[in-house]
């Protein structure tokens, strides 16, 4: 497994259990758990009447209704269970003691790590303790238990507590290694604590031998908390300790990524940038992406172009729609024409779709540009890929179509406008007809405003009024009495 995901493999839980899926439990709040009653998908029906039980009935009544179910339950039917019963640890460890009669007292290690968790997660701390001594004597014990505890210790705000239970894990027959060590320093982290972790890290380190993951925790919980002093403090300890590991993407990473949240973030991210290149160590896409984000936002091309070629040409990583999107942003604020189509283009040969964003960008720059037979291209491309024209663009297309005398494209826009919008039609419907009008195609300026009534978008007394003039002098006044008669008659 790389280094690049393997710090963020430590148990802090018997997985799939819910911790993703519950408020972190400080003294100042109620901790929340999952429901068998808004779980993603149904439980299915055996389940859901167990937890019903365990969640319905009194503590004292829970085997006694188990009982008059009739219900046999296997290892996996008490871990599902258990996921969805964290809210009610009383009468789930009455279902989990009532189950074991039916499993001969054979539970699996994953539904003694559930129990274990639940009774945490609650801050039971010493039914969980003696949760985890009916696990020793089975020999069911794992990182995954203690991890399980250190979470739960750090989360209730007792962050001695879970650091005892490293320093005694080994009385269990747990080894006290660097994985151990580093899943309590990310329980720590995790929990916006990095300066309590890093504290311990030092009074450790001289005991157990700190590796690179050690670090890229670290700096990930600096990330979290923005701590860009912090950061750097760990940073250079980092380096003192194991020097430049080119293999320690997530450290590099998440240290650039703090950089971007202090004063001159991407100023100094991309000047710490070139000394990691020149060391030959370069972060992950996670910075790539935010680092671009920033560019962006400060109209910086020259910095951004220099991140994407070590990204995309140094790296060989791997850009994706929205990385793509912020490039052609920049260049189309920039009003650099081939090099945002060429980006467009190159898009879908790299495994990257464009979307709205990125063709409603583009389009508008050539617009802007009075591109109009190469926006003509691309508005039919991104109607084959499904895209959708965004209002203002639709309008502006309209206007500068017509005005540059291309009536035909201003009306197939016009067409996609009211085939896809509903409101806001009003000015550029009567534009178009006064256009048409302007440029001698009457009847399709009559045409236009017939459909407009009839789609119920108001044409305004002067659209036609200017109507009535032409046709007038066209002779054909006919067609005026027959519009009014449809606009009185829809009116």
Not at 112 to 120: M, R, S
Not at 127 to 142: F, G, Q, Y
Not at 356 to 380: C, D, H, P, W
Request: proline share 4%; hydrophobic share 40%.
């Amino acid at each position: 497994m790389s280094r690049s995901k393997r710090h963020r493999d430590y148990p802090d839980q018997p997985e799939p259990g819910p911790e993703s899926g519950k408020k972190r439990q400080h003294s100042n709040s109620e901790p929340t758990f999952p429901s068998y009653l808004d779980s993603g998908k149904p439980p299915p029906p055996k389940i859901k009447l167990l937890c019903a039980i365990v969640a319905e009935i009194h503590c004292l009544s829970v085997e006694e209704t188990l009982n008059d179910t009739g219900i046999r339950v296997s290892q996996h039917d008490v871990e599902e269970v258990l996921k969805l019963t964290y809210a009610f640890p009383g009468p789930a460890l009455k279902f989990f003691r009532w189950s074991g009669r039916q499993l001969n007292e054979h539970h699996s290690p994953y539904a003694w790590n559930l129990v274990v968790d639940l009774l945490g997660k609650n801050c039971f701390f010493d039914a969980m303790w003696d949760a985890i001594k009916s696990m020793n004597k089975e020999r069911l014990l794992s990182l995954a238990t203690f991890a399980s505890v250190f979470s739960s210790y750090v989360v209730a705000d007792k962050t001695p507590e879970a650091i005892m239970t490293f320093e005694v894990m080994d009385q269990y027959g747990v080894a006290r290694d660097i994985v151990a060590f580093n899943s309590l320093l990310s329980a720590i982290c995790r929990d916006g604590k990095t300066t309590d972790a890093f504290d311990f890290y030092y009074i450790a380190k001289d005991k157990i031998r700190p590796d690179a993951d050690t670090y890229a925790i670290l700096l990930e919980g600096s990330e979290s908390e923005g701590n860009v002093a912090f950061a750097t403090k760990v940073l250079d300890e980092m380096v003192s300790q194991i020097g430049w590991d080119p293999t320690n993407v997530p450290a590099y990473d998440s240290y650039l990524n703090t950089l971007l949240k202090g004063t001159n973030g991407i100023c100094v991210a991309l000047d710490f940038f070139d000394t990691l290149k020149a060391k030959r160590c370069y972060p992950g896409v996670k910075f790539f992406r935010l680092a671009l984000d920033e560019c962006v936002k400060e109209g910086d091309v020259g910095g951004a172009e220099a991140l994407w070629e070590a990204m995309v040409g140094g790296l060989g990583l791997q850009a994706d729609t929205s990385m793509y999107n912020l490039m052609i942003s920049l260049h189309c604020h920039g009003n650099n024409i081939s090099v945002a189509k060429r980006m467009l283009d190159e898009m879908v040969y790299n495994g990257a779709f464009p979307n709205s964003q990125t063709y409603n960008m583009v389009f508008k720059m050539l617009i802007k540009n009075r591109k109009l037979q190469e926006a003509g291209v691309l508005f039919t491309e991104m109607i084959k890929n499904e895209c959708i024209l965004d209002q203002a663009n639709c309008i502006a297309a309209v206007r500068i179509y017509l005005d540059l005398g291309d009536p035909y494209f201003a009306i197939k826009v016009w067409k996609f406008m009211i085939e896809n919008y509903h409101s806001g039609l009003e000015d550029t419907g009567n534009f178009l007809v006064l256009g048409l009008r302007n440029m001698n195609r009457v009847p399709e300026a009559v045409k236009y405003a017939e459909d407009m009534i009839l789609r119920g978008i108001k044409l305004s007394s002067s659209s036609m009024s200017k109507l009535k003039d032409s046709l007038v002098r066209a002779k054909k006044e006919y067609m005026y009495d027959d519009l009014a008669s449809t606009m009185n008659t829809i009116g």
